[in-house]
């Protein structure tokens, strides 16, 4: 089992940036991919980014403004958001997989609330 924690998430003015935070616990060592989803008010959960060490994805949405980042000695990984719009508002989950690119392991969410 694998128990992952966000935290980081927050209000902040359009043009802004956040960093999130999820630090994994439990079994660590059979995680492959870790990433980040969101999910909007009415909408459903989407990919924002995955990382299995050697590749990595973004949604088209975020390209050019986020970047996710994985610290394996503290078992922890990062996104840091920057140039923020109101349609960044989601809660934002942190996901681990155990092979390929699938998910696993979820967080409970951090909400991240972008005002115009």
């Known amino acids: 089992q694998v128990q992952l924690v966000e935290s980081g998430g927050g209000l902040v003015q359009a043009g802004g940036s956040l960093r999130l935070s999820c630090a994994a616990s439990?079994?660590?060592?059979?995680?492959?991919?870790m990433g980040w989803y969101r999910q909007a008010p009415g909408k459903q959960r989407e990919l924002v980014t995955i990382?299995?060490?050697?590749?990595?994805v973004y949604a088209d949405s975020v390209k050019g403004r986020f970047a996710i980042s994985r610290d394996n000695a503290k078992n922890t990984v990062y996104l840091q958001m920057n140039s923020l719009k109101p349609e960044d508002t989601a809660v934002y989950y942190c996901?681990?997989?155990?092979?390929?690119?699938?998910?696993?392991?979820w967080g409970l969410g951090t909400q991240v609330t972008v005002s115009s």
């Open positions: 996901a681990a997989g155990l092979k390929g690119w699938r998910t696993d392991y």
């Open positions: 439990g079994s660590i060592n059979s995680i492959n991919a």
């Open positions: 990382t299995n060490g050697g590749s990595t």
